[in-house]
């Protein structure tokens, strides 16, 4: 089994940063895959990026410049850097693993483990 748990959300004013952190505990070597989706109230999840065992990082066009996904491998924590947020940022990130990879963009649907999600709010 794995665990994830979220953390580093809040609130900005549109053009600041966050950096969210997932920290995976239990069979961590079980999910070499691990990336960040988000949903916002009335919409379905969205995946946002991925970054495989390699180290190789993804992202849908919508963030793709202004996030960065990195992994600190040694410490099992997944992190999401964002900038220049926009209002329509807005949403629930989720931190997602799973034994295999997926592709952008993606629902969700059949990846195994999830953390509890992070709100993350950006006001204009």
């Known amino acids: 089994q794995v665990q994830l748990v979220e953390s580093g959300g809040g609130s900005v004013q549109a053009g600041g940063s966050l950096r969210l952190s997932c920290e995976a505990s239990g069979d961590t070597y079980s999910i070499p895959y691990m990336g960040w989706f988000r949903q916002a109230p009335g919409k379905k999840r969205e995946g946002l990026s991925l970054?495989?065992?390699?180290?190789?990082?993804y992202y849908v066009d919508s963030v793709k410049g202004r996030f960065t996904i990195s992994k600190d491998n040694a410490k099992n924590i997944l992190f999401l850097q964002m900038n220049s947020l926009k209002p329509e940022d807005t949403a629930t990130y989720f931190c997602?693993?799973?034994?295999?990879?997926?592709?952008?963009?993606?629902?969700?649907?059949?990846?195994?483990?999830w953390g509890q999600g992070t709100q993350v709010t950006v006001s204009s």
């Open positions: 970054i495989n065992p390699y180290g190789t990082t």
């Open positions: 997602a693993a799973h034994s295999g990879g997926w592709s952008l963009p993606h629902s969700g649907m059949a990846i195994k483990y």
